[in-house]
């Protein structure tokens, strides 16, 4: 805990250059989202993790700081954003690059490929666009991780709506977590995991896991 505490603290303070409503955004970021949980997810492997749709970085730049066997290759559509997340710095093995995630093709060279909180942000008719690509940039056996917010129950849903509508200014594309896991199975992924996290959350989080199956079964007509 007081590790977290302190990687945390060094990570807000590293966005100091972009001011302080920055900083403020980034431990915001780090107290919504259960870092914790991607922790303990990504601490069984070794390697390169794509992150999709990162922002500003902060919980890439949080886990790396935890889990330095991991190195992550970070994308978002939006430049400034990347910009803003390499003035941080904060850690060497934390690449950005600015890119669609639903148009970017990737060799399967990553042992994870994550998305936090970015579903939503993309148009609803691409989510399985995006869930595809991160599963091809995934080696066999790898991970594909996608932590989101879910359309019920509603009143959280609503709430989520609101805050984004505030923050960013969208509206909100949200699914249910098995419609994702459904995808990640059409991807080619076996789902460990498909549940609702951070139960006393105002937010409807929720997280699949997946395993990009090394054999994926042909189809015999
Ligand atoms: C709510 S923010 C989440 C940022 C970060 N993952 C976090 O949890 O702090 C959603 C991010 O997704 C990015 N995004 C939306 N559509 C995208 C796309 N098609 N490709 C890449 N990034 C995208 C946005 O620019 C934004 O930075």
Redesign the pocket.
Same mark, same amino acid.
């Given at each position: 805990m007081k590790k977290s505490m302190a990687s945390a603290w060094r990570i807000c303070r590293s966005y100091r250059n972009a001011g302080s409503l920055t900083c403020v955004y980034a431990a915001a970021?780090l107290a919504l $989202?259960p870092v914790g949980i991607l922790c303990d997810v990504l601490s069984e492997l070794k390697g390169d993790v794509l992150s999709?749709?990162?922002?500003i970085g902060?919980?890439e730049y949080f886990l790396a700081d935890r889990l330095p066997e991991l190195s992550f290759m970070c994308?978002?559509?939006?430049i400034k954003?990347i910009a803003v997340a390499q003035r941080a710095g904060h850690l060497p093995h934390v690449r950005f690059a600015a890119?669609?995630?639903?148009v970017v093709h990737h060799n399967p060279v990553y042992a994870a490929a994550l998305a936090?909180? $970015?579903l939503h942000?993309?148009d609803r008719n691409k989510h399985a666009t995006?869930v595809a690509r991160m599963a091809e940039a995934v080696r066999p056996d790898g991970l594909v991780i996608i932590k989101d917010i879910a359309l019920t129950p509603p009143w959280k849903h609503a709430w989520n709506r609101f805050h984004d509508r505030l923050v960013?200014g969208d509206d909100p594309a949200c699914r249910e977590p098995e419609e994702v896991a459904a995808m990640l199975v059409a991807a080619g992924c076996l789902v460990e995991q498909c549940s609702r996290i951070h139960p006393y959350s105002p937010y409807p989080d929720y997280l699949v896991v997946a395993r990009k199956c090394a054999n994926r079964p042909k189809l015999v007509i």
């Open positions: 970021r $989202v999709i749709g990162t922002g902060a919980v994308l978002d559509s939006r954003r890119g669609d995630a639903t936090v909180d $970015v942000h993309i995006a960013s």
